[in-house]
């Protein structure tokens, strides 16, 4: 975790492979700062470069996962978790099948619970046992949802049982062998629940990402763009790529704070060791 009390940072960088590179080496920071840190974990394309050298770290660097706890966001309901589309065989694939990380402490929700709103609630007791969530690393959907929180879901939210809508389980029909088989929910943590980390990181890289970007670092707190209520959270950090960051209306601000924050920082720590 950086120094000193913040509020939001925004950190602009040339492409997808220097944001996945910035977060893991926040990530190892922690890792390396507090050996049985959680982390709040997320699925999807952005932040699989981060994963990619989260991996590296642990194979050249002998970054040690072995006390690491992790939550994921979401997964779809129902699901088998053996199932190639489930975020529990992308979490396997991508992460933890190349880490020394003890499976037992990665929670993904249970694409086959029994009765998934108790499972929910239970999630949501097992992030508490273990003290809540250190870092929650977040991606963003093209409308601004975060986890499976769609326009529309309450700021206020917790980990919950949602209906995916039409749109989505049309598109993902094409994973799935029979239409039958396509999940009709999500198991996800609620926008009040991922405001609880301690931190936050939120990955966007491309252009397609840029109004959403734009929307929930500038635009007004609303159920209408979910991200957006990351504003209110005090220590939260956009890493963006520059296509992401395209439509941001005070982009050249937000990277003359950042070098700013940076020379201060290297003055301070320059001092220390002179003194
Ligand atoms: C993933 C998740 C989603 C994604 C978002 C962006 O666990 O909760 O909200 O973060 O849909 O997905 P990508 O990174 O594939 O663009």
Known sequence: MARGLRSMEVIILPDAEAVGKEAARRIAELIRRKPNCVLGLATGSTPIPCYRELIRMHKEEGLDFSHVTTFNLDEYYPIDPRHPQSYRYFMDENLFNHINIDKSRTFVPYGLAPDPYEHAEWYEEQIKKAGGIDLQILGIGHNGHIAFNEPGSSLASRTRVKTLTRETIEANARFFDRPEDVPRYAI????????????????????????????????????????????LHPRVTFILDEAAASKLQRKDYYKYVHEMAEALKKQILEARMRA
């Open 188 to 231: 996800t943590m609620g926008i009040g629940t991922i405001l609880e980390a301690r931190e936050i990181i939120l990955l966007a890289t491309g252009e397609g990402k840029a109004d959403a970007v734009a929307k929930a670092i500038e635009g007004p707190v609303t159920t209408m763009c979910p991200a957006s209520a990351l504003q």
